[in-house]
């Protein structure tokens, strides 16, 4: 394209992001469509010509009608499910730019000025989060900027790896062993496969509702020693802040202080709570992270940031450029960003919505609301009564599994499509998960969707009673 042409073209794609932004409330937030949809309606090859007249147009055209009738709306403020992805459109021009200047800052002299600005950036970020010094290229660590959480887990793992097969040699790689939750985040599991831990060596310790589903220090140092006692070697712990089904904190400083000693890198994934750590009110969710040896979070989770974007930092760089190095030029330190402070603090204080659940006797929250996400689910005692209602007790054949209606509970609202949740199970119990934390959501559409939820669950129960 020509730089005119480009121009054109360039103010299309963006009146088109605009209007997707304008009219994003009215999309069913997420779509009904089979498997295979698109493929019957692409051409087998593709197009070997454009499209007659303006082609940028007509693609921009079937970008409309064909593929947004088939996604997510992740931006759309009635998405509940999972966590956010809060992207943003200035994060959009961000990504423009970053697109069209295409650097590729693979070493410093590659690109000097775009590593510092992630040396800069990246202590900016660690500073506005109020981790410590440690972790930061002002105080002897450093971080950096990857894709997904799941890169930050991996490139740990082998850091940790490496270092520890060089003090025992490389032949007992077979007896490592990495530990975390039985609520973490799948990914952890993917890493450690990857960085080749024998899958019997990976321990997913139990938790409880009487912990609030945290990894308890006790039963993880329990596990640590009779791996120690059975000759096997602790390398790697994944606490989470944050984590994916109820978004509780693991108590970092008490786990620190139970693998002490055992010689066992401590990672923290806070993929999704990290960012809330900018808020003073917050930052007791990070108590005790001066001893952990990394930390990670996804900006493009509750940041701003579009996709993809996690912030890795590690006390020791050189435990990483090691394992993952090939050559020296790698990174410039810059002793001066640490006296540098963003002032980022304008995340979004979300209303305490939980009083709404809790109003309606119907439903209960079973896991103590954390961050922006709230688990519930209807009572036990609710389905029953709307069964005892319509039916006496003994024409009842059996008591309606209470998971089950919670279940259809959820496909009721998300076949709305004025809201989209999702569920976990936690403790053997089946919970929706309500994540508040899209840009564009208002107090309204919380409002809404909890009015879609109430609506629907007497649907549902009234179903259950018939
Ligand atoms: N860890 C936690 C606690 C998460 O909630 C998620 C995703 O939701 C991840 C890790 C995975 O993040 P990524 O997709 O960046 O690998």
């Not at 498997?35 to 692409?42: I, N, V």
């Not at 147009?57 to 996604?71: F, M, S």
């Not at 410093?108 to 202590?123: I, K």
Request: proline residues 5%; hydrophobic residues 45%; charged residues 25%.
């Amino acid at each position: 394209l020509d730089a005119d042409e480009f121009r054109r073209q360039g103010r299309l794609v963006v009146d088109f992001i605009a209007d997707y932004y304008t009219r994003i409330d009215e999309y069913p937030v997420r779509p009904s469509v089979a498997p295979g949809f698109l493929a019957r309606k692409l051409p087998e090859t593709a197009p070997e010509r454009p499209e007659p007249g303006d082609a940028l147009a007509a693609a921009l055209r079937d970008v409309r009608d064909l593929i947004l009738p088939g996604v997510t709306h992740w931006q759309s403020p009635h998405h509940f499910a999972h966590f956010a992805a809060t992207a943003s459109n200035v994060g959009a021009l961000g990504e423009a730019l970053a697109g069209g200047l295409n650097i590729n800052p693979f070493t410093w002299a590659a690109s000097p000025a775009a590593t510092e600005l992630e040396v800069v950036v990246t202590d900016w970020l660690g500073n506005a989060l109020h981790l410590p010094e440690t972790l930061l290229f002002s105080g002897g660590g450093g971080g950096t900027l990857l894709g997904t959480s799941c890169e930050a887990m991996l490139c740990t793992i082998v850091a940790a790896r490496d270092r520890k097969l060089a003090e025992i040699g490389e032949e007992r790689i077979g007896d490592l062993v990495v530990y975390c939750s039985d609520q973490n985040h799948f990914s952890f599991q993917k890493a450690a496969r990857i960085a080749g831990i024998r899958r019997g060596n990976y321990r997913e310790i139990p938790t409880s509702r009487e912990t609030g589903f945290t990894l308890s220090p006790k039963a993880l140092l329990a596990a640590v020693r009779a791996d120690v006692a059975a000759g096997r070697i602790p390398l790697f712990l994944c606490a989470t802040v944050g984590t994916t089904p109820t978004a509780a904190v693991d108590p970092i400083r008490e786990l620190c202080a139970a693998v002490s000693g055992h010689g066992v890198w401590v990672h923290v994934d806070a993929a999704y709570a990290g960012a809330a750590c900018v808020c003073p009110e917050f930052r007791h969710a990070i108590d005790g992270f001066e001893s952990v040896d990394s930390f990670s979070t996804n900006p493009h989770k509750w940041l701003l940031a579009n996709m993809d974007c996690c912030a890795l930092w590690v006390r020791r760089p050189e435990a990483l450029t090691s394992a993952l190095g090939t050559d020296h030029d790698v990174i410039l330190k810059d002793p001066s960003a640490a006296a540098q402070d963003d002032g980022h603090s304008n995340v979004v204080d979300y209303k305490d919505w939980q009083a709404m659940v809790r109003a309606d006797a119907r439903f209960e929250v079973p896991v103590p609301r954390r961050f922006a996400l709230v688990c519930f689910r209807l009572r036990r005692r609710s389905i029953a009564n709307a069964v005892g209602v319509k039916r006496p007790r003994e024409e009842v054949e059996e008591e309606p599994n209470d998971d089950e209606l919670n279940r259809r509970l959820l496909e009721a609202v998300n076949a709305t499509g004025r809201a989209y949740m999702s569920s976990a199970v936690v403790g053997g119990v089946y919970v929706l998960r309500c994540a508040i934390g899209n840009s564009l959501t208002e107090k309204r559409h919380v409002q809404e969707a909890w009015g879609v939820v109430q609506e629907q669950a007497t649907v549902v129960l009234a179903a259950a009673a018939t």
